[in-house]
């Protein structure tokens, strides 16, 4: 994913892994409740362990269209991209990726 994000915006970024233990620090640390810490952290290790990563056809059941695809959804969206490198790269503290609107 990381790939395809820096291919669409011209640029090789970093990726850091951290530990569940240190993300949950993290939003400890922006007082987040015990409910979503532990909600988040299941879906983030759901996601390393592979589990979600099946097909299904759940999307175009419940919309009526065929879901779009993630090189998809990254090319419609490299703005947002582009923009949080600029400020990332100039200092400016970026916002949480819980508080970024992908519209």
Known sequence: MTAKI???????PRFD????????????SRNESEEIIAARL???RAIR?????AVTDTVERVLGQKPFTFDQWVRENDQHFT????????GIRPVPSDQLSWG
């Open 6 to 12: 820096g291919a669409a915006v011209g640029t090789r």
């Open 17 to 28: 892994q951290i530990s569940e233990d240190e993300e949950r620090r993290k939003m400890v």
């Open 42 to 44: 299941s879906i983030y």
């Open 49 to 53: 362990e592979g589990r979600l990563a």
């Open 83 to 90: 923009d949080f490198i600029v400020l990332a790269v100039s």
